[in-house]
């Protein structure tokens, strides 16, 4: 089973830029999709954005689409979700996830979970 811990959520104003990284222990990552996902307060999990195993593949939501950027990290194991010019509405719990297929946007469509980290983005 693999474990996934987030970092890097922090308070950011509109207009800046953040970097959010996933580590996985407990087995590689290699093999296996990577995705971002979101939760605002009131709101349901939504899909941000995935790679494939190979990192030959990406996708994203149409809301970040232009503004975020998720690649394989230089680190074994890690991920990362660059969020260029964010806004308020970006503002939410930031989860990374495993899965088989990184065209997945669904949350059913990935088995493991980090606790999430949070993004606040300020006027």
């Known amino acids: 089973q693999v474990q996934l811990e987030e970092s890097g959520g922090e308070l950011v104003q509109a207009g800046g830029s953040l970097r959010l990284s996933c580590a996985a222990s407990g087995r590689t990552s290699i093999g296996f999709a990577m995705a971002w996902f979101r939760q605002a307060p009131g709101k349901d999990r939504e899909f941000v954005a995935s790679i494939s195993a190979n990192g030959g593949s990406t996708y994203y939501a149409d809301i970040v689409k232009g503004r975020f ?12 979700l660059q969020m260029s010019s964010p806004k308020r509405g970006d503002t939410a719990d930031y989860y990374c996830a ?11 469509g990935y088995d493991s979970w980090g606790q999430g980290t949070q993004v606040t983005v300020s006027s």
């Open 98 to 108: 495993e899965g088989e297929w990184a065209s997945s946007t669904e949350a059913g």
């Open 69 to 80: 950027t998720i690649a394989r990290g230089n680190a074994r194991n890690t991920e990362v």
